[in-house]
C-alpha cells in the first residue's frame, strides 16, 4: 500500500501563485512516476503534469508555461508550482502515483484550488 497526503490548495486571486505538494509514504516503488491531475465541476478528471522517475516531465497545453513539476524523490515527494492562476484553474487537483516494481497506482483524496477575486 501507498499512501498519498496532498497540501497546499486554497483561495487565490487570478495572477497569483500557488505551491501544491504530495508526500507518499509505505510501500514506495524503487521506480514510480507521479503526476497531478484535476477535476473541474461537471468536467472529467485531466493531466496537469506528470514527472518520471528520471525527471523527464511533460505538462497539460493549458498549463504550460505556468506551471513547473518536481520531485524531491529523498522526501517522495511531488510539487506542483502554479503561476498565474487563472478562474478556469479552479479544480480539486489529485495526486496519482504509479509503480513499477510492483506495478500499482493509487490516487490522493485530492485538494481544492479556487482561483477568483
Known amino acids: 500500500q501507498v499512501q498519498l497526503v496532498e497540501s497546499g490548495g486554497g483561495l487565490v486571486q487570478p495572477g497569483g501563485s500557488l505551491r501544491l505538494s504530495c508526500s507518499a509514504s509505505?510501500?514506495?516503488?524503487?521506480?514510480?512516476?507521479m503526476a497531478w491531475y484535476r477535476q473541474a465541476p461537471g468536467k472529467e478528471r485531466e493531466l496537469v503534469a506528470v514527472?518520471?522517475?528520471?525527471?523527464?516531465?511533460n505538462y497539460a497545453d493549458s498549463v504550460k508555461g505556468r506551471s513547473t513539476i518536481s520531485r524531491d524523490n529523498a522526501k517522495n515527494t511531488v510539487y506542483l508550482q502554479m503561476n498565474s492562476l487563472k478562474p478556469e484553474d479552479t479544480a480539486v487537483y489529485y495526486c496519482?502515483?504509479?509503480?513499477?516494481?510492483?506495478?500499482?497506482?493509487?490516487w490522493g483524496q485530492g485538494t481544492q484550488v479556487t482561483v477568483s477575486s
Open positions: 496519482n502515483y504509479k509503480g513499477l516494481f510492483p506495478r500499482n497506482e493509487y
Open positions: 509505505g510501500s514506495i516503488s524503487r521506480i514510480y512516476t
Open positions: 514527472i518520471a522517475n528520471g525527471g523527464q516531465t
